[in-house]
């Protein structure tokens, strides 16, 4: 029915609810995130989410990042994981998200075509779909090539109630992986530094791995430590539980590239952003379990316990590797700007 | 906890992830729309969704309209509307928004807290609740003010199936009331034209209104008339249903000022963009008591019969006021950009 797209840049009539929108959502989206419905509304229904006590999971995050495509990942895969993430860290079993882009005009169609490719890969690859989308086009200088906000909807099973005031006394923190790689990526991407680096963003959705560990063990609370860093996630839910969390420099697992990127840098890794990076808490009857189950997810292979949840005045401290001790507060502002 | 926020102008650290971020969600955005959990996530549950055979209905847009506050209404207001009407032209009941904010650096506090009370006011007195939401800052030129994407989940009753495809030879189309109303302000508010005018935009949430038809009498197909106008809108509905659409133009319900302005600047209204119209299609036997149950709600006061299904060439065609027939064609463009 719908001629191809000839264009190779999106223009303002790209935007203005005609022919060439039509075209262009056809041509770029819904060919391959391929909605079931012709409606503007997707329309769905899952068994999980009748099952006695379970509850709807509603989130959503819009994404940013410049430049919009760096080693290990682009606008559209962080949008997927991200959102698969905040998802998933409550527990939930994420089924469902949208897709919203903002897109400045003059960005090359080709461009779209790799963020949606890497999208719907990346959504297949997580077990959810994409079933609803808008595109909107504004002039150029009025955004920067091409913003994406994406919601997302999942279901949390009757017996899962992860939240940050639920951690207690003694509970164990673990992380899944490596800290600071995708804010270290993205820095180095920028080139502004004229750093030269292998690193690549740790951007990776972590449904399976919240479901492995769920399945094993109790979880207590759970976060993901995006913008902010760990540090930023580990204060919230020290504030949340109203208990101190003390971390352990020696376990903190770290690239020596991003060691040796934040100290010619004068940065700190534990504020430097992630993409595929969850802090948890177990009892500690629990923490062999849980890390044994996250490890046997290949966003879970570097598990580490990096710190435990102690009774006292609400903030998160750390052991150095030289046997004092820092207070790792909240930063005031953020090390990068448009991290994610 | 949280200090009250001293900043007058948004800045990069309130992008951050880190305090000043933390500090304006929570003046800015949950003391107004107060979400029920410190989690990133909502988690949700109704009656609604749990009955045999009902649907859950997810939709999503993103609003970049300039200027972001214009006679009648605001960005937050349009997007809260916008992704409510969404819902509801589908037949379901909207209950549950969230709100991601890319805010430019520099755009004014005291703007964002106009925005957040008007979207505040809106979702109440659409029945509707704003659960969860974001925010990210982009630097100065990265974005124009602020940009919303609204994400709107609702549920479909079993028994309603409303869908383009659905309409038959001999059904009617009715609009809830008079249309070009919103282009038409966003237009003189731009200010280029130097027009003076008293007009304010339509825009509204359509959910008590369709309650209302959808209880009174089976509807086949609905959509809003936004980017694009009627006339767009329309021309999908031919398509999807294989059916000629014929218009009367005496009975299109048009302001005054809209026609003037249109002719003054060779703008068609059918092409306007609304916020607060929508044009469904019932059986002719059920079309006095669709008018009825229209006129019976706020939004629905002047409710108009403006044309029929024809079985023939899927497109639309309109009688003039002067006995001739032309053809409404699909816009290849839009007459402005960032109209909504």
Redesign the interface.
């Known amino acids: 029915?719908n001629k191809m797209l000839r264009d190779e840049r999106v223009?303002?009539?790209?935007?203005?609810?005609?022919?060439?929108?039509?075209d262009l959502i056809q041509s770029v989206f819904t060919d391959v995130f391929e909605p079931e419905?012709?409606?503007?509304?997707?329309?769905?229904?899952s068994d999980a989410?009748?099952e006695k006590g379970?509850?709807?999971?509603?989130?959503?995050?819009?994404?940013?990042v410049t430049p919009v495509e760096f080693p290990g990942g682009d606008i559209g895969k962080i949008a997927v994981c991200g959102t698969v993430n905040?998802?998933a860290?409550?527990g939930?079993k994420p089924l469902?998200l949208?897709?919203?882009?903002?897109i400045e005009e003059g960005t090359e169609i080709a461009l779209l075509r790799r963020i949606v490719a890497s999208m719907k890969a990346e959504a297949d690859k997580a077990g959810v779909k994409i079933?609803?989308?808008?595109?909107?086009?504004?002039?150029r200088?009025?955004?920067?090539q091409v913003?994406i906000?994406s919601?997302g909807?999942g279901v949390?099973p009757a017996d899962r109630d992860i939240?940050?005031?639920s951690i207690q006394d003694g509970d164990v923190a673990i992380v899944n992986g490596v800290l600071g790689d995708h804010g270290a990526t993205i820095l180095a991407a920028r080139g502004d530094m004229m750093l030269m680096s292998d690193l690549q963003s740790d951007c990776a959705a972590l449904g399976h791995l919240m479901e492995a560990v769920c399945h094993a063990v109790p979880v207590r609370a759970c976060?993901d430590a995006?913008?902010?860093?760990i540090a930023?996630s580990l204060n919230?839910m020290a504030?949340?539980a109203g208990l101190s969390i003390e971390l352990d420099e020696t376990t903190l697992p770290l690239r020596a590239e991003v060691k040796g990127t934040c100290e010619i840098l004068g940065l700190d890794p534990l504020y430097l952003?992630n993409e595929g990076t969850l802090v948890l808490f177990v009892a500690p009857e629990h923490a062999d379990a849980a890390l044994a189950a996250m490890r046997s997810v290949d966003t879970g292979r570097d598990a580490a316990i990096i710190g435990r949840a102690k009774a006292g005045t609400p903030m998160v401290t750390m052991k150095t590797a030289f046997g004092g001790s820092r207070i790792v507060d909240?930063?005031?502002?953020?090390?990068?700007?448009?991290i994610c």
């Open positions: 029915m223009t303002l009539s790209h935007g203005g609810g005609g022919k060439a929108m039509r419905s012709s409606e503007d509304q997707a329309r769905l229904m989410l009748l379970a509850k709807l999971a509603f989130t959503t995050d819009s994404y940013v905040d998802l860290v409550g939930a469902w949208s897709a919203a882009f903002i079933v609803t989308g808008d595109t909107k086009v504004v002039g200088g009025s955004a920067d913003f906000t919601s909807v949390i939240r940050a005031d976060r995006t913008r902010g860093g930023s919230e504030e949340a952003a909240m930063l005031v502002g953020e090390q990068l700007p448009r």
